[in-house]
């Protein structure tokens, strides 16, 4: 089992830019998926970027050339560069270690972006 705590959520205006961490309380290097989630209010939770072992990504269409994910296996941390953020992109937004079985979910961070 891992534990995730996830930091840099805050308030930001429309075209600004966001860095969010995922700190993991061992080492990630055995979960070959991390990855980001969001969920806005009275919606359900999406994926927006996950990022494999290898360093392989993926993300969702509407972040697609501003949110950037990485990993540090060495420190077992998960991060999201977000950039050109838009207000669109308010909500809570969850670190993620996929398994086979449930993820494994931080608390969450929120981020509000404002016009």
């Known amino acids: 089992q891992v534990q995730l705590v996830e930091s840099g959520g805050g308030l930001v205006r429309a075209g600004g830019s966001l860095r969010l961490s995922c700190a993991a309380s061992r080492s990630i290097f055995s979960y070959n998926l991390m990855g980001w989630y969001r969920q806005a209010p009275g919606k359900q939770r999406e994926v927006v970027a996950v990022i494999s072992s290898g360093g392989s990504t993926s993300y969702v269409d509407s972040v697609k050339g501003r949110f950037t994910i990485s990993r540090d296996n060495a420190k077992n941390t998960v991060s999201l560069q977000m950039n050109s953020l838009k207000p669109e992109d308010t909500a809570v937004y969850y670190c993620?270690?996929?398994?086979?079985?449930?993820?494994?979910w931080g608390q969450g961070t929120q981020v509000t972006v404002s016009s």
């Open positions: 993620a270690a996929l398994t086979v079985g449930s993820p494994y």
